[in-house]
């Protein structure tokens, strides 16, 4: 590992690079390069930084991803109708939150965060969840709303969501074993986990 002395786990270092690899490539909604800039606009706001925006995206999208990156909190229904289509909202959420979880990460064991690069010039597939419905949060989930299916209106964002989620934690089936040890036995990991939540203030 490049700048760290920290031994990371193979299948978090190669989950992470799919994640990077996917914010640069072609979504439900967003070209890649709008995926890219939604991502940057999340890292300007995340570190105060003053570097210039991205012309591809407008300014309105732009301050959703900066709010989401920062104080998510403060999210209102208002935020998802500056898209006109739920989808979208659901794609800058989950490009903004995997940009930041990385982030954080890379940021933890002494790494530089990753560039982020456009990879290719395809269509967005407008693949949404037809079994998705609007129950108790702003956008449509496939079942009861909740942290694991958040981003389920969008089958390329819920995938992203939960193959990230399995490398820097632990995979929607590892949880079930309340006896698993991945490099550290389940009960310090959910004591590092439900500490880091409180911090960020990732309250569900």
């Known amino acids: 590992m490049t700048g760290t002395e920290l031994t990371v786990p193979p299948h978090t270092e190669a989950g992470v690079i799919r994640a990077v690899d996917n914010i640069g ?3 439900t909604w967003w070209t890649a390069a709008e995926r890219v800039a939604i991502a940057e606009s999340a ?3 995340f570190t105060a930084s003053t570097d210039g925006a991205h012309a591809v ?3 309105p999208v732009s301050a959703v991803a900066a709010r989401v990156a920062t104080e998510a909190h403060h999210v209102t229904v208002d935020d998802v109708g500056v898209f006109g289509e739920p989808a979208a909202f659901v794609e800058v959420v989950g490009v903004v939150a995997r940009t930041t979880a990385i982030d954080t990460f ?3 064991i002494g790494r530089p965060a990753p560039e982020l690069v456009a990879t290719d010039e395809h269509r967005p597939t407008g693949q949404v969840s037809r079994g998705a419905k609007r129950r108790s949060a702003y956008v449509a989930t496939v079942g009861p709303a909740g942290p694991t299916t ?4 969008v089958p390329g964002e819920d995938a992203a969501q939960a193959d ?4 820097l934690y632990l995979s929607y089936a590892e949880m079930a074993d ?3 040890v991945k490099g550290l036995p389940r009960w310090q990991l959910e004591l590092v986990a439900a500490r880091t939540s409180l911090i960020n203030r990732c309250f569900f």
């Open 25 to 27: 490539s072609v979504g």
């Open 43 to 45: 890292r300007r706001a």
């Open 57 to 59: 995206i407008t300014e």
């Open 106 to 108: 890379c940021r933890g």
């Open 150 to 153: 958040a981003l389920s209106a």
């Open 164 to 167: 990230l989620h399995g490398a």
């Open 178 to 180: 309340l006896r698993i």
